[in-house]
């Protein structure tokens, strides 16, 4: 899960690998470093640290040269130190290699490299791959040698490799996001296109045991047979947003503010675009895999599609199900939800369900992502680039696909009339002004700021609005290291209820429908107990603000459409509370924005 970046061209190389690790610091930030070559040698910053701080201490624009690797680090083997930060380096200081991966056979190399005489400097498995390529390159051709160390390897990993002798950058991928961005007489290779999408929108994406190496032009062979591979470059579609902040002091403050008009850009591009779900028709059911807040998206698109289309619907984490031996067949369709389209969870749940012949739907926020190289169809989440490690926009643009794709197949499957759909449509949008309206609440900063100083809580939610209040409990925990459970506001009573004690907060989805009075019940059951009573209610319910301690109100919406609305008090509290609580908010500890490890 770190974030890797390679340059070579006319550019002085550590400007470039700097902005673009700050870009991919997302992927990981407990320490970096950038390597370049200059006047035949290995030039070498690395810390542990953010990138602006190790940055003040070391200044990475002290390195010269025109070749360069720079790397961000989430740390899997070896604590977070400067001997463990990349890039590392082989034991002749000719060979600089930037990973993100697991090397799973780390300690059999390891020992065999040692037996040989080679020295390690850290307790990364990354070492091993410079030192064998060390070992290999006796010959004077540094590419096979590159070759025949990377075939020794088992396990994942993205690759760039710098060597002080050649002027060439050399990269290659096993289960890890690596794209190539092709400028004019300059070169990037990176994780992810956000590291250099500022300089240009033609990427070739690497695939599994794919090696390029780059000197004036670019060539890719293929590790595991050494054939030559002709690839086209594409053409970036999805707009750059910039990396700031603009006038909010968080990206996640940013990207909470912008949801309004991603919902809206999500209905407008697929009311434009309606072809794009034309290929799914009939199907006996349907699977959702994904992982974390993407996980909850699903269990909300599973209320969407078995109460809009009668088709029954399973939703499981990416990471049980490919190890479930999942009963699946060509009959069915798989939806992989996953804002990065990196998560490796998720890519190997959508490959297990290929490899069983199901048709393959990813709804994902990233341009030419894994996941999206693998899927039969893309519906592409008009979100725009979300920064902040919590997601936040990502997930009201997958409700919006998931609620039109329900429609699309209530249409197709004569459910709904042209008249009904419309209708739907018609609330959806108006979902953009509601939402601003909730989003203007300043009640609710407040309202964070004085109730949740307990180490404990609770989330409950009834029927669509259940995966809110989970996704309610994983926002507060992410944030603010809050301890927060979600839970059916009914299963309380089964167990969690222990939980409860004095001004212990508990915030309850509680707007108008079917189990309305059933969740007033709930509330009374929690006051009773001591429990600080925060309700997302809607508008002018004195009935549930006059057994609440707190309310906030949503405005009126059709029933399946509540979550866009009441996610985002659940939002904007852990944001607050975060915030009273000192916590790094776009980057809270131990986390990444992209899980791409199993
Ligand atoms: O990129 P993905 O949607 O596949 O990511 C899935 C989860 O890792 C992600 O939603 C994670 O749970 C976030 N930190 C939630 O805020």
Redesign the pocket.
């Known amino acids: 899960m770190c974030g890797i970046i390679g340059y070579k061209g006319g550019k002085k190389s550590s400007a470039i690998l700097l902005e673009g690790i700050k870009n991919l610091e997302y992927r990981g930030y407990d320490s970096v470093g950038i390597a370049t070559i200059y006047d035949g040698k290995i030039e070498l910053k690395k810390d542990v640290g953010r990138v602006d701080e190790v940055n003040k201490k070391l200044n990475f624009l002290e390195l010269n040269g025109f070749i360069g690797i720079g790397h961000t680090r989430w740390s899997t083997h070896g604590k977070p130190s400067k001997e463990n930060a990349h890039p590392h380096i082989s034991n002749d200081y000719s060979i600089a290699v930037v990973h993100n991966g697991i090397i799973e056979n780390y300690n059999e190399l390891r020992k065999e490299l040692e037996n040989e005489g080679f020295k390690f400097k850290s307790e990364t498995d990354t070492e091993v791959i410079p030192l064998l390529i060390e070992k290999y390159n006796k010959k004077n051709d540094f590419e096979k040698a590159v070759i025949k160390a990377l075939r020794r390897l088992e396990g994942s990993f993205a690759v760039i490799i710098i060597n002080k002798d050649i002027d060439k950058l050399i990269a290659a991928r096993r289960f890890s996001p690596l794209m190539l961005g092709v400028g004019k007489d300059e070169f990037f290779i990176a994780s992810d296109s956000t590291a250099f999408i500022k300089h240009t929108n033609d990427i070739v994406f690497m695939e599994d045991d794919e090696m390029v190496i780059i000197d004036d032009g670019f060539k890719i062979v293929n590790i595991t047979d050494n054939k030559i591979i002709d690839k086209k470059i594409e053409h970036n579609r999805i707009n750059y947003y910039s990396a700031e902040k603009g006038n909010y002091r968080h990206f996640m403050l940013k990207e909470i503010h912008e949801q309004p008009r991603v919902v809206e850009n999500t209905i407008n591009y697929f009311i434009k675009n309606n072809s794009l779900l034309h290929n799914y028709k009939n199907f006996n059911r349907i699977l959702i895999v994904?992982?974390?807040?993407?996980?909850y998206a699903g269990l909300i698109g599973k209320f969407l599609i078995e109460s809009i289309v009668r088709i029954p619907v399973e939703v499981d984490y990416?990471s049980e199900f490919r190890y479930k031996d999942p009963i699946i067949n060509n009959t069915d369709l798989v939806i992989a939800?996953?804002?990065?389209?990196?998560?490796a969870d998720?890519i190997a749940a959508a490959k297990e369900a290929k490899n069983k012949k199901a048709k393959l739907i990813a709804i994902c926020?990233?341009f030419g992502s894994s996941?999206t190289r693998m899927a039969d169809t893309t519906l592409y989440t008009q979100a725009g680039t979300e920064i902040g490690?919590?997601?936040?926009k990502?997930?009201t643009s997958q409700l919006a696909v998931l609620y039109l794709f329900s429609l699309h197949l209530a249409k197709i499957n004569k459910l709904m009339n042209e008249k009904e759909i419309n209708k739907k449509i018609k609330l959806m949008k108006k979902l953009p002004l509601q939402m601003k309206k909730i989003l203007s609440n300043n009640k609710i900063k407040e309202i964070s700021e004085k109730n949740f100083l307990s180490n404990n809580s609770v989330f409950l939610g009834r029927g669509v609005n259940y995966p809110v209040a989970l996704e309610g409990a994983?926002?507060l925990k992410?944030i603010s290291y809050i301890h927060a459970e979600g839970s059916p506001a009914a299963e309380l009573k089964h167990g969690h209820i222990a939980l409860i004690e004095k001004d212990m907060p508990v915030v309850v989805i509680a707007v108008k429908d079917k189990t309305y009075y059933k969740i007033k019940s709930n509330i009374e059951e929690i006051k009773s107990r001591g429990g600080k009573i925060i309700s997302i209610v809607n508008e002018e319910d004195e009935e549930i603000e006059n057994i609440s301690d707190e309310v906030i109100e949503v405005p009126e919406t059709d029933l399946l459409l509540y979550p866009f609305l009441t996610v985002i008090p659940m939002q904007l509290i852990a944001y607050y509370t975060g915030l009273c609580r000192n916590c790094d908010i776009d980057k809270?500890r131990n986390?990444a924005?992209?899980?791409t490890v199993e």
Do not use: D, H
């Open positions: 994904a992982c974390g807040t993407s996980y990416s939800i996953s804002q990065s389209g990196e998560t998720t926020n990233v996941l490690v919590a997601s936040t990502a997930f994983l926002k992410e809270p986390l924005k992209s899980v």
